[in-house]
């Protein structure tokens, strides 16, 4: 019966300490979406093209080096124009940016305004794709030949 007793007490000294020895358990960190970087030929051009098009709210460069532009994307994302390209580069419309806006319908009315053309995901010119989910999706290219999406999902 001592025995039992003399148990119990160190169970209950030592609970403690197992909480604390469990509580400095590393846990895997789980990354978060800081920025997204594009290199393009001409900043003032792509500045104004991603300003005026999608009405992006120009952040703070912290460079101060007249060769970087940033745009808050809101969540504590932004994205990062980057000055520098020399050369052209053809990229593929699977690796783009995606923006959602309340209406691709109203969106493409800017984009004719400004005689920007557009495509379905087929390759569809002035054409708008209507996914199985409902969404309604276009691309196109920045003035660097950068594709973008830009849909209707909520």
């Not at 970087?68 to 969540?75: M, S, V």
Request: net charge neutral; proline share 5%; charged share 20%.
């Amino acid at each position: 019966m001592k025995t039992i007793f003399l148990f119990a007490i160190v169970i209950t000294l030592l609970s403690p300490l197992q909480k604390a020895f469990a509580q400095t358990e590393t846990k895997p960190i789980t990354a978060k979406l800081n920025h997204i970087a594009i290199y393009v030929t001409d900043l003032k051009q792509s500045t104004d093209f991603y300003h005026d098009l999608f009405n992006l709210e120009i952040g703070p460069e912290p460079f101060h080096d007249g060769k970087h532009t940033w745009f808050n994307l809101g969540n504590g994302v932004n994205l990062h124009v980057i000055q520098g390209r020399k050369t052209p580069q053809v990229f593929e419309k699977n690796e783009h940016l995606c923006f959602s806006v309340p209406s691709v319908e109203n969106f493409v009315k800017i984009l004719n305004n400004k005689h920007i053309k557009f495509e379905n995901v087929a390759g569809a010119a002035g054409t708008i794709t209507a996914r199985v989910d409902g969404v309604k999706q276009i691309y196109f290219q920045d003035p660097d030949g950068h594709w973008l999406e830009v849909n209707d999902a909520k």
